[in-house]
Every structure is written in structure tokens, then in C-alpha cells.
């Protein structure tokens, strides 16, 4: 499924995650984790079709099986709640992903700690959406730290440095 997914042939791929899906579900049962990732899976295609309410079904659903088998701050828990931030951010409910975005930082900081690749990432995108909230000093705060972060973990010469430079330029 992934791989008709990266090749955009949405319909077989979603053909694939639905039979991956219906599999899981007779194996391994409701709550096992794999359910949750082929869930999320399909969620994000979904989303990328523009069919945004069985998108978020799916990241409810998926959701709730990760928080049942490792709670509220765990890694993957952090990739579904990310999903559900860029869904409402398709839909354009900027102030509706906002608060999604924030716990997706707070989490992963304490999960991560800031000087982590996941941690800018996620710092990166509410530092996106506060640019197209027009929430400009809190964006250009957030890059400011994404760009020393990325000093500090990659050096002066990084590709990264180089996207939050630009951001912080926009």
C-alpha cells in the first residue's frame, strides 16, 4: 500500500490498506498497535484525497488504540496527533490546529527534549501556522530558536539551517 501511495495511485493503495486493515483486525484484533499504524495510514491518504471526514474518523480511531497501549506522550501518539493538526490545517481551521500543534511541542519536548530532530519538526510546523495566523512576532521567535537549535545540532552548514533561515524570512 505504501508504495502505490508515494506513486499517487490513491486507489489501489487505499484497496490495499482496507485488506491490511480487515487482516490485522482478524489476527491480532480491535486494539493491537498495527491496527492504529494502518489506520493513521489510511487516515493520511484520505486527507491527502480530500476526503477529510473519514480522515479524522480514522485518526480518532487509530488514536485511541495508541493511547490505550502507551498513553497520551508517547512517539506515536505524538505522529497521530500531527496528523489531526495537518487535517484541520487542509481544512482551514487554522485556530482549530493551533491548540493540536501546541500539545503535539509540549509533548514531544518532554518526550524528546528541544535539541532533537523530532522536536524541531514539530516546533517547525506551529511555527508555519503562526506565520499563516499572521501571528508574526511568535513565528519569528520560533524560528529564531529553530535556527539556533539547528547551530547546535548540525552546525553552520546544514540543509536545515538553510529552510529555517528561509522561513524566518517569509
Request: no cysteine.
Amino acid at each position: 500500500a505504501v508504495i502505490f501511495y508515494y506513486k499517487s495511485d490513491f486507489h489501489t493503495a487505499e484497496s490495499l490498506y482496507v485488506k491490511t486493515i480487515d487482516l490485522i483486525k482478524n489476527l491480532a484484533g480491535e486494539k493491537d498497535t498495527l491496527l492504529a499504524l494502518e489506520l493513521l495510514n489510511l487516515g493520511n491518504l484520505k486527507s491527502d484525497i480530500g476526503q477529510y471526514e473519514e480522515a479524522d474518523s480514522l485518526f480518532k480511531e487509530s488514536m485511541e488504540i495508541y493511547i490505550i497501549n502507551f498513553g497520551e506522550n508517547d512517539p506515536e501518539t505524538i505522529n497521530v496527533l500531527n496528523s489531526m493538526a495537518g487535517l484541520k490545517w487542509r481544512q482551514g481551521d487554522l485556530k482549530g490546529a493551533e491548540p493540536i500543534f501546541q500539545k503535539v511541542v509540549a509533548i514531544s519536548k518532554h518526550i524528546y527534549g528541544e535539541k532533537t530532530p523530532e522536536y524541531i519538526i514539530y516546533l517547525n510546523n506551529l511555527a508555519l501556522l503562526n506565520l499563516q495566523l499572521s501571528k508574526y512576532s511568535k513565528a519569528d521567535s520560533m524560528f529564531r530558536i529553530l535556527i539556533s537549535l539547528d547551530k547546535q545540532i548540525y552546525g553552520n552548514e546544514h540543509p536545515q539551517l538553510a529552510r529555517h533561515l528561509n522561513n524566518l524570512g517569509l
